[in-house]
């Protein structure tokens, strides 16, 4: 079923092989018919993670490179929409020389090639591969289909995870097995024999359960590894070696690990654990759960980069979700930012929540709270002290007012014609791009100076036209894109920590490498904390 850890699963195996000393990458296989995930709203899909090369894609590529410490590249996202648009797209160019395009072999031979090709790409050793959805149902089919097939081609080569849930009923307070037996036979059906069964459920198996599937399952009680619930997705590849799970997987396919596994893991972990001051963190958003997605999926990297340096400060992180529609109803609200030693606006889209947002903002800028603003979050930050520090009445973004006076947030140049076009789908500017840090600001004394290079997904950017007469009233320009004079983040000069970025620090954030401007919004938010 969904939702039991398959990207976790996945993300922790790489993470356990690399560490063994393995060239490892993943690759995540979603069966909707989306090209990418840009297209859906948070709260259908959770939040949208972004590769450095650009692709839009689901968050559990975001998960496999927090694991490995690695990029993963835009070939290594798959979806069902993109594999068939490839292969009309051929048909229609008459590559396949007038023969009858079907799913059988067309569609398979184009998910091989897609995954032989991700494999080169990554240069990697193991390739693990995440097959979105559930078996026995008809949205994967075609991609169980491709498995199946490379596993005959390469029987030495290939081998099946199974992820399957464990459920202990209330009422019998016992570990039930079954489903697991019909999701075995649900694969077996489809030609697939698992190699290795993870066992989710709440509690770890005990040896006469694993007996019991051993045998009815068809896999040897050493292939049965158990996957208790557990405090932190952290914490799963140390679960998943207390079965060796690692071994198990370098066995089958005749190798020795190349190292011992490395402690750099481990001691984050540890110091994960031992972080009992906390520090508060107020994150204002719109995604609430509407959907099947909650708050925390929508800005899922957002809390992790707080997590992360959280951590490395020694404090627990401490996070709180605001709903900027309420300042908007009730503006007196604001107020209670007061409480958090520091406060973030991630990212969004339209004009719902914007003006609560804002005074949000506003409150920070006045009241020295640490404020980070990320993308549409700095944009706003841009607006706020347009109006009421450089007093621009009306000052806006053209995304929510078109005419307005002040358009210190406009389009892109080239963005217009896909706006009026309707050329939404993947035209952002998106993926990395490089941006020069101004001597003496915050966040060139954060990353250590220089230039530095961040992911994107935005259609809107400030306006370079109000660049002089934001300055002159005190905004710093603290970077800029070289090649094309795009503002990239701003800050103010005498606040404690004020920085809003046109970039999302967040997606290149990891537990082993946490990033800069985070570890220096936590360091503000600590210090306000102690002067409390
Ligand atoms: N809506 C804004 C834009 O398109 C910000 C996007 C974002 O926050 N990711 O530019």
Redesign the pocket.
């Known amino acids: 079923m969904s939702g039991i850890g398959k990207g976790i699963t996945v993300a922790s195996t790489a993470r356990i092989l690399k560490d063994y000393g393995f060239r490892v990458s993943c690759v995540k296989i979603d069966p909707y018919l989306n090209v990418d995930a840009g297209t859906m709203n948070p709260t259908e899909h959770g939040e949208v993670f972004v590769t450095h090369d650009g692709m839009e894609c689901d968050q559990d590529i975001g998960n496999y490179e927090r694991f490995l410490d690695q990029d993963i590249p835009r070939t290594n996202y798959m979806t069902q929409g993109q594999v068939y648009l490839s292969v009309i797209q051929r048909e229609r160019a008459l590559a396949y020389g007038g023969k009858c395009v079907e799913p059988y072999p067309h569609i398979l031979e184009e998910v091989q090639g897609r995954l032989e090709r991700a494999a080169q790409e990554s240069d990697a050793e193991f390739m693990l591969v995440e097959i979105g959805g559930t078996v026995g149902e008809h949205q994967n089919a075609l991609f169980l289909e491709a498995a199946r097939l490379m596993k005959l081609q390469a029987p030495d080569r290939v081998f099946f995870m199974l992820v399957s849930y464990f459920p202990i009923p209330a009422m019998l307070g016992e570990m039930k097995t079954k489903p697991t037996q019909n999701a075995v036979r649900q694969m077996q059906a489809v030609g697939i024999q698992p190699d290795i069964i993870i066992a989710r459920s709440s509690v770890p198996l005990d040896r006469p359960r694993k007996e019991k599937v051993s045998v009815f399952c068809n896999v040897t009680p050493a292939d049965i590894i158990s996957a208790p619930d557990i405090k932190s997705i952290y914490d799963v590849p140390m679960n998943f070696e207390k079965d060796h799970l690692g071994r198990r997987i370098l066995e089958k396919s005749g190798l020795r690990p190349r190292h011992h596994l490395s402690p750099a893991w481990r001691s984050m972990v540890r110091r994960m654990h031992s972080a009992h001051l906390p520090v508060r963190v107020g994150i204002v958003g719109k995604y609430f759960g509407t959907g099947d997605f909650t708050l925390s999926d929508s800005y899922l990297s957002v809390i992790e980069a707080v997590k992360h340096a959280a951590w490395k400060a020694g404090r627990r992180p401490q996070i709180e979700w605001l709903n900027a529609q309420q300042y908007e109803k009730d503006s007196s609200r604001v107020r209670e930012l007061q409480r958090f030693d520091a406060v973030i606006v991630?990212?969004?889209?339209?004009s719902r929540g914007v003006e609560g947002k804002i005074a949000a903002i506003q409150f920070c800028r006045e009241h020295g709270v640490p404020f980070l603003g990320?993308?549409?979050?700095m944009?706003l930050a841009t607006i706020e002290f347009a109006r009421n520090v450089a007093r621009l009445k009306g000052a806006h973004?053209t995304?929510v007012d078109r005419r307005t006076k002040h358009p210190v947030?406009s389009t892109m140049t080239e963005q217009v014609a896909n706006i009026q076009g309707g050329t939404m789908g993947g035209s952002?500017?998106l993926g990395a791009y490089t941006c020069k840090l101004a001597a003496d600001s915050v966040s060139a004394h954060a990353y250590g100076g220089g230039t530095i290079s961040e992911r994107?997904?935005?259609?809107?950017?400030f306006n370079n036209g109000y660049r002089d007469r934001l300055a002159a009233h005190g905004l710093r320009i603290a970077g800029v894109n070289p090649e094309r004079d795009l503002v990239e983040i701003i800050e103010l000069p005498g606040h404690p920590f004020f920085v809003g970025t046109?970039f999302?620090p967040e997606l290149q954030s990891r537990p082993l490498s946490p990033h800069p401007l985070f570890v220096g919004l936590i360091r503000a938010a600590c210090a306000r904390a102690e002067k409390r």
Do not use: A, D, N, S
């Open positions: 991630p990212g969004g889209f339209g990320l993308c549409y979050g944009q973004t995304e947030v952002m500017r994107h997904r935005h259609r809107y950017e046109q999302h």
